[in-house]
């Protein structure tokens, strides 16, 4: 049986949204209405200043969009599964890289997950 990019991308969005928690991913609350300063070494140079609101959507959507991937992989017919699970290992290392932003979710179910010890 044949499928349609269309239809593997309704899959898909299918699969993920299952995947997601329901509604928007929160940011704990003591970071609401917080801001982020990023400070130079040269202190001649202006320091940068942004929300963490805009930074914690930035990062909820890298998540997001990693999960695409997973998916996307996992649903792919020419990949065999030893490359699937070679790129899925890669997908592991970089959610454990990004354990450092849990600090930002309110709720432990929205924290990136590396891989598990034994």
Same mark, same amino acid.
């Given at each position: 049986?044949?499928?349609?990019?269309?239809? !593997?991308k309704s899959? #898909? $969005?299918?699969?993920? &949204?299952?995947?997601?928690?329901?509604?928007?991913?929160?940011?704990? =609350?003591?970071?609401?209405?917080?801001?982020?300063?990023?400070?130079?070494?040269?202190?001649?140079?202006?320091?940068?200043?942004?929300?963490?609101?805009?930074?914690?959507?930035?990062?909820?959507? !890298?998540?997001?969009? #990693? $999960?695409?991937?997973? &998916?996307?992989?996992?649903?792919?017919?020419?990949?065999?599964?030893? =490359?699937?699970?070679?790129?899925?290992?890669?997908?592991?290392?970089?959610?454990?890289?990004?354990?450092?932003?849990?600090?930002?979710?309110?709720?432990?179910?929205?924290?990136?997950?590396?891989?598990?010890?034994?």
């Amino acid at each position: 049986m044949e499928i349609t990019r269309e239809e !593997l991308k309704s899959i #898909l $969005r299918e699969l993920i &949204q299952e995947d997601l928690p329901v509604g928007h991913t929160p940011l704990g =609350d003591r970071w609401v209405g917080g801001r982020m300063i990023l400070v130079p070494k040269d202190h001649t140079m202006q320091e940068k200043e942004i929300p963490i609101e805009i930074f914690f959507h930035k990062i909820v959507m !890298l998540r997001d969009r #990693l $999960r695409v991937m997973e &998916q996307t992989i996992n649903a792919h017919k020419k990949l065999d599964d030893e =490359d699937k699970l070679q790129l899925q290992q890669y997908i592991t290392k970089i959610y454990g890289t990004l354990t450092t932003f849990n600090v930002l979710f309110k709720d432990k179910a929205h924290h990136f997950v590396g891989q598990k010890t034994k």
